[in-house]
């Protein structure tokens, strides 16, 4: 006993109702079982035109039909059997054969160009969420199935973000802007996956993945999670020139910062060159600024950046703070140079007194 599987699809309707635009298919799963060659007969709901087959090496072919009163019969050819494709109403718009995808030809993170290349791409780190993502496809001989357009953010859809998409479409289809909204999403690193089908019968479908993370250069910049010993989980202190009677301490102060906790760093006797370091994931070629906000009674605070390779200094620029009593902002801005495998940001704190810093930021410069 053979098992014949077949796919028969009907051009139903032209999208948005503009003539030339892609079609879209009513999809028919018919799986029949025969010891001997079967006719198959249906009712269309338009009049047949063209009627074709893909046959099991790919390639389409006239496909012979007769009409029996409503409907139409046709049997499969030999090399249909299997599971095949039968297109019995053929618009006048497609060209076949098609078994190229579309492209994206742009992609655009808000104003940021970014330049398509492999069908996964990582664009790195971002300041924050993209408001507007926005890829260009175009398809050279059929138009974009828009309507079957699919988009996962994280493997789920954008509604689950809140968010939401738009296409503009040119007149003949063939080219299309997705302008998709992300929605809400958390500070992590994210995968979008964008699926793009143009509108033949077999839906050859671009598949693009964009990756890119918004998670914090520096963590805990809120100085909000604490360790047992009461210090600020993720930073770390040094302490320079020290002599035999330096003493200091560093903690996250509960309840001491703008809201919520604050790191302090205090320079208690000796010699007191004080820092609390990170080391974020920097670029080579990229602006940075660092931010945040201090209050200290120091002999000066500041902000500093460390870069060494094979254990050499190749940068060190930093700025100092002048003391204050209440909450001032800082902003500090450098570029980093190559070379570098080992990066160091730190905050700091010099001679006897107290240093306190809260929402602390390091952010790529657009």
Sequence with gaps: MSRIHVVVLICAAVL?????MAADYELRLLTITARVPAKIQMIPKQPVNQPAYLNSEGTWKDLPIQKTGTGVEFSLPRDALGRCVVLLVRPEWLVLPDTDP????????????????AEVMDVGHLAGTPTDITITVAD??????????????DDKGLAAYGGSVRVNESENGRYADIVIAPGNL???????????????PTRNTLTLQLSFDTIPLVKNGDFEEVA???TAKHWYSDAWSLSQDTKYEFSAARGAGRSGNALKITGIAGSCSLLARQQPPLVPGKTYVFSGYYKSDATNAGVLLYALADGKNIQHEGEQFPPVEEWTAFEWEFTMKGGANRIYIYLRSSGHGTTYYDDVELELKE
């Excluded at 050279?140 to 953010?153: T, V």
């Design 16 to 20: 948005f109702g503009r003539p030339g």
């Design 102 to 117: 579309p492209v994206a030809r742009a992609i655009r993170l808000d104003t940021t160009p970014v330049k398509p290349g």
């Design 140 to 153: 050279k001989l059929n138009p974009i199935a828009a309507d079957h357009i699919r988009i996962l953010i």
């Design 186 to 200: 958390q500070r992590a690193k994210h995968a979008l996956v964008v699926r793009v089908p143009d509108a033949t």
């Design 228 to 230: 047992g010993d009461g």
